[in-house]
């Protein structure tokens, strides 16, 4: 499995080619929550979400012949965008396959970057059907959304550059949704700071599966946060659930009000799911703790305006 | 006058009390005008716009004795809320007199931070009565909102910035309402880059007073960008006449077009006024000169989502 060393190995790799994010602040939200309260604003990331970090990696990591093949994928938005970017920043051809329920705003940025776009259905089954047909016709390289060694690595770099920039952080809340982003932060800075996941309530498959100890399907998820409604990895489970990751679930009020105050707060567009972990925050309380240092991932900011 | 060493000088003084706003790029935004573009975030700065750093500088050079007298303006928005953000932040009581057709957003950030809300009408005049009455029935120190000499120089800390983070910037395009802003930043850089001022069409009485050589006054503007409906003030007229200003002038559509596309590729949140520059940086045309660096004030981010 992945240690801190081999993510510190993939910050250098990825290094050159995202954003370093900025970590914005608010008297008014610390006042809010009774917290000292960080927010990692990977909505500013290349291609608006941290989804970049992941396939940057996970394209870098090929050598020069497989790259010229060609990527796909399949996604309903910020993964198939951070894709399209990155390949058409690279020069490489890439196919996104994307269901008919993504949203418009997510078509475009995917579109935006000369991505060449396959409709499907909803399921994941037509999801992959439609991209094993393209790979029957045409040799490219599959780079799957989330469940993946080299995604997971890719994601775990952002918690580095947060515990680099805040002394003595007690956790690092972040949304799950195929827990890619969890997990590779579980292994990049767990040991370090308490890694905490927010769910929609609406889209709980992790927090069952952890709870329950074995992978619980993902069930049609209604939630507002489209970003969160994959299902959890197989890969990503067993790391999460080695760490015992603590879960706050949310409701779709509680999202849309956590998203709101963040917007009018901190003047950053934020996309539903990126609200999830304040939300949790929020309905945990105000704390009187106010010397507890809490980072929180702003996931992405691609919504439509 | 203030040199530039004044305007160094309040940098200094107001240092600790803001924010150090971060500068934002984007490929596509580069691509789409054919400029490397820098966009300084003061929607970042406290209390959501640069209006806090007049405001800072400005009740930071009273004495002790004057400033536990307590502090009031007039305002419709952003130094009204400056001014109640930082006056709070200080503990000194504050009070705003805010004409009846100020947006919900901006009379609600006024209201968070405590300051006392004074009803008035529309014009002027009625703010101006308003002001008097309450000076005559309580000793306060009144903060104008742009037509003096520390609000100037606060404004103008800016663009000190800006010069001092991107080498060899060849312009720095700014919003003019009452010219506090503009004003100041022509005395901080604008010996070092052109400054260029962007103003609605339909708030034009800077463009017609420089190009006539006379204060014009301003006809009721109508225009969305809310920042900007202030006359020029009389000092910053002399200020912006000797430099020879250039302002282009930008039209209701092409402000709120200009806003969407920042707010969906910056993910940031831009009231009207603030996307003006880069509505008339767009007007203007695709350049072929992607050497030439254009830095833009983001002058806001308070309004209503």
Redesign the interface.
């Known amino acids: 499995m992945l240690s801190r060393k081999d993510i510190q190995q993939t910050a250098r790799r990825i290094d050159e080619h995202i954003n370093r994010t900025?970590i914005?602040t608010s008297n008014?939200l610390n006042k809010m929550c009774g917290l000292e309260l960080f927010f990692k604003c990977e909505?500013?990331q290349?291609s608006?979400s941290f989804k970049y970090r992941g396939v940057s990696n996970a394209v870098l990591v090929l050598d020069q012949e497989e790259r010229k093949k060609g990527m796909i994928t399949h996604s309903s938005g910020n993964h198939g965008a951070a894709l399209a970017a990155f390949a058409s920043s690279m020069d490489l051809p890439v196919f996104v396959v994307v269901p008919a329920s993504a949203s418009q705003?997510k078509r475009d940025a995917i579109q935006?970057y000369d991505a060449e776009i396959i409709d499907c259905g909803n399921s994941l089954e037509s999801r992959e059907i439609a991209v094993r047909e393209c790979l029957a016709k045409k040799d490219m390289v599959f780079i799957p959304p989330y469940d993946h060694i080299d995604i997971v690595a890719g994601q775990g770099t952002v918690g580095l550059e947060v515990i680099n920039e805040i002394k003595d952080l007690d956790e690092f809340w972040l949304p799950v949704g195929g827990g890619g982003l969890a997990s590779g932060n579980v292994l990049s800075v767990g040991n370090t700071v308490q890694v905490v996941g927010a769910e929609p309530e609406l889209a709980r498959d992790a927090y069952d599966s952890l709870r329950l100890g074995a992978r619980q399907p993902q069930m049609e998820p209604k939630t507002c946060a489209d970003g969160l409604r994959t299902a959890l990895g197989s890969l990503n489970f067993d790391i999460l659930r080695d760490y015992k990751l603590p879960i706050v679930l949310v409701g779709e009020d509680e999202i849309l009000e956590a998203q709101?105050i963040l917007?009018?707060c901190?003047?950053?567009?934020v996309e539903p799911s990126a609200a999830v972990p304040f939300a949790a925050i929020l309905k945990n309380g105000p704390k009187n703790v106010s010397s507890k240092k809490v980072a929180l991932l702003i996931s992405g900011?691609n919504l439509a305006?």
Chains 1, 2 share one sequence.
């Open positions: 900025p914005l008014t909505n500013f290349k608006g705003v935006r709101s917007m009018s901190l003047k950053i567009l900011g305006i």
